[in-house]
């Protein structure tokens, strides 16, 4: 089955919520007070979590987009990109697994799809400090995947004299690989800092969270998450999948 999408589905797919560090999952999403407009640049802006959801794109093609935290604390959405594979965030990254062509390999007797995301945290220097990645073939005659596999990757930015970003823990979990409607896969990445600066270690420490569902249809979505202990104006989210 051919995949139809639109450029409207996918702006309309950018969704982004920023919740505050204290909630519960009974008391929902509610939004993060924003910091007084007065707030000095590079100041503090505290604990900030960051979700949002994509929908793959047509073939050859990437969806991406940027959120920066803005000068009053508050996340600012950049436009959802649809752009040429070979233009998107992930084929210019070294940190992004190597794949073909994002949903290459159509044919009339089954189908083998391709599809990989990036869920990335930088600094107001646009540096890299964290990373998670996911790699994902699957097959499928339509109505149901026959096969199907995603690898996961990390990458996080070290400092001289063997200081910067650390991966503390990652998990990944895949509830289906064969004979499935949907193959979803939940990916974790920890990461601590201790470094330049932070010398002590408990300052810094994020979190990143990416789901993979694969369909039948040989379509495939892709959510996010991102949880920070500590955030500073201009820091900038960069999540896509192609």
């Known amino acids: 089955m051919r995949i139809r999408i ?5 702006l309309a ?29 590079g100041a503090d802006c505290g604990e900030v979590r960051l979700t949002g959801e994509l929908p793959a794109p047509p073939a050859g093609m990437a969806v991406q987009q940027q959120v920066s935290i803005g000068a009053d604390c508050r996340p600012v959405l ?9 233009n998107g965030a992930a084929s210019k990254s070294t940190a992004a697994p190597a794949v073909a062509v994002a ?18 945290m930088f600094d ?8 998670l ?23 996080w930015n ?4 063997n200081a910067g970003w ?37 300052r810094y420490a994020n979190t990143h969270h990416s789901y993979v569902d694969l369909n039948a249809d040989g379509s495939a979505t892709c959510r996010f998450d991102v949880q920070l202990r500590h955030t500073f104006i201009g820091w900038n989210w960069q999540r896509g999948c192609q």
């Open 124 to 131: 107001c220097c646009n540096i890299r400090m964290t990373g």
């Open 158 to 161: 070290r400092e001289p004299w």
């Open 78 to 86: 950049g436009e959802v990109k649809l752009v040429p594979a070979d």
């Open 13 to 41: 797919a950018g969704v982004l919520s920023l919740t505050a560090a204290t909630a519960t999952a009974a008391s929902g999403t509610t939004a993060r007070q924003a910091a007084p407009a007065t707030q000095e640049a």
């Open 133 to 155: 990645y996911t790699t994902s073939q699957w097959t499928t005659d339509g109505n149901r995947i026959t096969t199907a596999a995603t690898d996961v990757t990390q990458q």
């Open 103 to 120: 949903m290459a390999g159509a044919n009339e007797g089954g189908t083998t799809r391709q599809f990989k995301s990036w869920n990335e």
């Open 166 to 202: 650390s991966l503390k823990s990652a998990t990944k979990n895949t509830d289906c690989s064969s004979d499935c409607g949907v193959s979803r896969t939940e990916a974790h990445a920890d990461f601590t800092y201790k470094g330049i600066f932070d010398t002590s270690g408990d």
């Open 6 to 10: 639109t450029l409207a589905a996918v």
